[in-house]
C-alpha cells in the first residue's frame, strides 16, 4: 500500500496522495459510527427490518439525487464540491450527538440523520472518482482505484473493531464525537491542495444545457454504448446479492453470539478486502480488465455462498475474509475500464448515473432482506420447519439458519449473473470496441508549504 502511494506521490501526484490520506481517516470515522448506530438500532428494537432501514436511508439519496449531483460535480469546482460534501456530512453526525446528549434520540432521527449524510455521500463520491482522474496519470489509474479501495477497507477492517471496544468505554456520542472530528481531518486536506479542472471535450460541450439535460445526459452516454451499458446493468445486479448479504451477516453472527465478537470477525474478515487492496494499488490490474473483473466476480460468488454455510464464527471470518478479498479487485478493474472510456469533463455525470443505478438496487436488496429472512426463510429451517429433514441435515436448524439458507442462494445467483454476462459479445468485448479516451497527463498541482511538507512525509 504504502509502495503504491510512494509511486504516485514520486510521479508528481502529491496531491492525490494528500488527499486520499484524509479521506482514509474520514472513512474509518464514518465506519464507526455505521457500526455502532446499527449495533444501537439493532439491540433497540430487536428487527433485521429496522436494522437494514439505516443502510436503506443512506443509499437512497444516491439513486434519487445522483443524477443531479453528478451534473453539480461537473459543473462546479470538483475540490469545493468534495469540501461541502465533507461538511454536510459531518454536521449531519454532530446532530446525532446533540440529541443524544439532550436524551431525545429516537430510530426515526437516525434514519433522517444517515438520508442527509447519504445525499451529501452521493455529491462526495461522484466528486471524488472524477477528481482521481485529474489527479492521476492514466498509468496509475489501476494502482488509484486500488488506493480508493483500500479507503473503503478502513470501514471494513479497522472501524468495526475499534467501535466494538468504544461502545462500552464511551458510549454511542463519543464515538459518534470521533466521526466528526476525522471529517474536519478530511475538510483540512482537502483546504490545502489545488485540483485541477478537466479538459474541455467534444463530449463536454455536446451534453451542455440545463441543469436537468446535463443530469440526463450521463445516460445518454453510457446507453450509447452497449458495452458499457450491459457491465453497467451486471454489475449492478451482481451488486444486489451481495447488498443481501452484506445486510444479513450481522444478524448470522448476532443470531449465535455477542455484537463483540461480530466487531471482531468483521474486522479480521476486513483484512481481505484490505489485502484485495493492497494487490490492487501494487499490482494495477491486467491489461484486458475486463477479464479480470469476471474473473474475481466467479470466486467472489462462491466465496460469498460459503459465508452461510455453518454458525461458526472460524468459518464465517474465513469465508468473508476470501470473498471481501476479491472485491476491490473486481471493483478497481471495473473502475479502470470506465475511466479509460469515458471523457474527463463528463465523468461527474457519467459516474454519477452508474452509481445511481448501483444503488438503486441496494434499497431494494435492504427492504427485501429483512422481511424475506424474518418471513420466509427463518421458518424454513426452523427445527420443524419445512427443510428442516433435508437442506437442514446440511447447514443446521434453528435461529440464523434460514439467515444462513438465504446467504447461500444469494452467493449462487452472483455466480449465475457472472457467467451469463460473459456470455455477451458487448460486454466480453467492451475494451476492444471501445476506444480510450486520450486523457492529458495532469500537471504537476501547487501546494501550500505546509500541504507538500505532508504528502512527501
Same mark, same amino acid.
Given at each position: 500500500?504504502?509502495?503504491?502511494?510512494?509511486? /504516485? $506521490?514520486?510521479?508528481?501526484?502529491?496531491?492525490?496522495?494528500?488527499?486520499?490520506?484524509?479521506?482514509?481517516?474520514?472513512?474509518?470515522?464514518?465506519?464507526?459510527?455505521?457500526?455502532?448506530? #446499527?449495533?444501537?438500532?439493532?439491540? %433497540?428494537? #430487536?428487527? +433485521?427490518?429496522?436494522?437494514?432501514?439505516?443502510?436503506?436511508?443512506?443509499?437512497?439519496?444516491?439513486?434519487?439525487?445522483?443524477?443531479?449531483?453528478?451534473?453539480? &460535480?461537473?459543473?462546479?469546482?470538483?475540490?469545493? %464540491?468534495? /469540501?461541502?460534501?465533507?461538511?454536510?456530512?459531518?454536521?449531519?453526525?454532530?446532530?446525532?450527538?446533540?440529541?443524544?446528549?439532550?436524551?431525545?434520540?429516537?430510530?426515526?432521527?437516525?434514519? !433522517?440523520?444517515?438520508? &442527509?449524510?447519504?445525499?451529501?455521500?452521493?455529491?462526495?463520491?461522484?466528486?471524488?472518482?472524477?477528481?482521481?482522474?485529474?489527479? *492521476?496519470?492514466?498509468?496509475?489509474?489501476?494502482? $488509484?482505484?486500488?488506493?480508493?479501495?483500500?479507503?473503503?477497507? #478502513?470501514?471494513? @477492517?479497522?472501524?468495526?473493531?475499534?467501535?466494538?471496544?468504544? =461502545?462500552?468505554?464511551?458510549?454511542?456520542?463519543?464515538?459518534?464525537?470521533?466521526?466528526? /472530528?476525522?471529517?474536519?481531518?478530511?475538510?483540512?486536506?482537502?483546504?490545502?491542495?489545488? +485540483?485541477?479542472?478537466?479538459?474541455?471535450?467534444?463530449? #463536454?460541450?455536446?451534453?451542455?444545457?440545463?441543469?436537468?439535460?446535463?443530469? =440526463?445526459?450521463?445516460?445518454?452516454?453510457?446507453?450509447?454504448?452497449?458495452?458499457?451499458?450491459?457491465?453497467?446493468?451486471?454489475?449492478? =445486479?451482481?451488486?444486489?446479492?451481495?447488498?443481501? +448479504?452484506?445486510?444479513?451477516?450481522?444478524?448470522?453472527? !448476532?443470531?449465535?453470539?455477542?455484537?463483540?465478537?461480530?466487531?471482531?470477525?468483521?474486522?479480521?474478515?476486513?483484512?481481505?478486502?484490505?489485502?484485495?487492496?493492497?494487490?490492487?494499488?501494487?499490482?494495477?490490474?491486467?491489461?484486458?480488465?475486463?477479464?479480470?473483473?469476471?474473473?474475481?466476480?466467479?470466486?467472489?460468488? @462462491?466465496?460469498?455462498?460459503?459465508?452461510?454455510?455453518?454458525?461458526?464464527?472460524?468459518?464465517?471470518?474465513?469465508?468473508?475474509?476470501?470473498?471481501?478479498?476479491?472485491?476491490?479487485?473486481?471493483?478497481?478493474?471495473?473502475?479502470?475500464?470506465?475511466?479509460?472510456?469515458?471523457?474527463?469533463? &463528463?465523468?461527474?455525470?457519467?459516474? $454519477?448515473?452508474?452509481?445511481?443505478?448501483?444503488?438503486?438496487?441496494?434499497?431494494?436488496?435492504?427492504?427485501?432482506?429483512?422481511?424475506?429472512?424474518?418471513?420466509?426463510?427463518?421458518?424454513?429451517?426452523?427445527?420443524?420447519?419445512?427443510?428442516?429433514?433435508?437442506?437442514?441435515?446440511?447447514?443446521?436448524?434453528?435461529?440464523?439458519?434460514? *439467515?444462513?439458507?438465504?446467504?447461500?442462494?444469494?452467493?449462487?445467483?452472483?455466480?449465475?449473473?457472472?457467467?451469463?454476462?460473459?456470455?455477451?459479445?458487448?460486454?466480453?468485448?467492451?475494451?476492444?470496441?471501445?476506444?480510450?479516451?486520450?486523457?492529458?497527463?495532469?500537471?504537476?498541482?501547487?501546494?501550500?508549504?505546509?500541504?507538500?511538507? &505532508?504528502?512527501?512525509?
Amino acid at each position: 500500500m504504502i509502495s503504491a502511494v510512494q509511486r /504516485i $506521490a514520486q510521479g508528481g501526484m502529491r496531491t492525490f496522495a494528500l488527499v486520499w490520506s484524509g479521506q482514509v481517516i474520514s472513512f474509518i470515522g464514518s465506519g464507526l459510527s455505521s457500526f455502532t448506530l #446499527g449495533v444501537w438500532v439493532y439491540q %433497540t428494537t #430487536g428487527s +433485521i427490518t429496522q436494522f437494514a432501514l439505516i443502510s436503506m436511508f443512506f443509499t437512497l439519496p444516491g439513486v434519487v439525487f445522483g443524477p443531479v449531483a453528478g451534473a453539480l &460535480v461537473d459543473r462546479w469546482d470538483r475540490q469545493r %464540491t468534495l /469540501i461541502i460534501s465533507d461538511t454536510g456530512s459531518g454536521l449531519s453526525t454532530l446532530a446525532i450527538i446533540l440529541l443524544i446528549w439532550a436524551g431525545r434520540l429516537e430510530t426515526w432521527q437516525i434514519y !433522517l440523520a444517515v438520508f &442527509v449524510s447519504g445525499t451529501f455521500s452521493a455529491l462526495h463520491w461522484s466528486a471524488l472518482t472524477a477528481a482521481t482522474t485529474q489527479m *492521476v496519470p492514466p498509468k496509475h489509474f489501476g494502482r $488509484a482505484s486500488g488506493l480508493l479501495q483500500i479507503m473503503q477497507a #478502513g470501514q471494513v @477492517l479497522i472501524s468495526p473493531l475499534i467501535a466494538g471496544a468504544l =461502545i462500552g468505554a464511551i458510549g454511542l456520542q463519543g464515538v459518534l464525537l470521533i466521526d466528526f /472530528i476525522t471529517f474536519l481531518v478530511a475538510i483540512f486536506t482537502l483546504s490545502v491542495v489545488h +485540483i485541477p479542472p478537466p479538459r474541455v471535450t467534444a463530449e #463536454g460541450l455536446a451534453g451542455k444545457g440545463s441543469l436537468l439535460r446535463e443530469a =440526463i445526459f450521463g445516460w445518454t452516454y453510457i446507453s450509447a454504448r452497449a458495452g458499457l451499458f450491459a457491465l453497467m446493468i451486471s454489475f449492478s =445486479i451482481v451488486n444486489f446479492f451481495l447488498e443481501m +448479504i452484506n445486510v444479513l451477516v450481522t444478524p448470522l453472527v !448476532l443470531s449465535f453470539n455477542s455484537s463483540a465478537t461480530l466487531g471482531v470477525v468483521l474486522s479480521i474478515s476486513g483484512v481481505g478486502y484490505l489485502a484485495g487492496g493492497v494487490v490492487m494499488s501494487v499490482w494495477g490490474g491486467t491489461k484486458r480488465c475486463i477479464n479480470t473483473v469476471i474473473g474475481a466476480t466467479l470466486l467472489l460468488g @462462491l466465496f460469498a455462498a460459503l459465508i452461510g454455510l455453518q454458525p461458526s464464527v472460524p468459518f464465517i471470518t474465513l469465508s468473508t475474509f476470501l470473498c471481501l478479498s476479491c472485491l476491490p479487485i473486481v471493483s478497481g478493474s471495473y473502475q479502470v475500464i470506465w475511466q479509460n472510456k469515458v471523457a474527463p469533463d &463528463v465523468q461527474g455525470r457519467v459516474f $454519477a448515473i452508474r452509481r445511481a443505478i448501483l444503488l438503486a438496487t441496494a434499497p431494494i436488496a435492504y427492504l427485501v432482506a429483512g422481511p424475506l429472512a424474518d418471513k420466509v426463510f427463518e421458518p424454513l429451517l426452523a427445527v420443524k420447519g419445512p427443510l428442516a429433514g433435508s437442506i437442514g441435515q446440511v447447514i443446521g436448524v434453528g435461529q440464523g439458519r434460514g *439467515v444462513g439458507l438465504l446467504i447461500i442462494s444469494m452467493g449462487l445467483l452472483v455466480i449465475g449473473v457472472t457467467v451469463v454476462s460473459y456470455l455477451y459479445p458487448r460486454l466480453r468485448l467492451v475494451e476492444d470496441e471501445l476506444p480510450d479516451v486520450a486523457a492529458e497527463e495532469p500537471t504537476t498541482p501547487a501546494l501550500s508549504s505546509s500541504a507538500a511538507t &505532508v504528502a512527501t512525509d
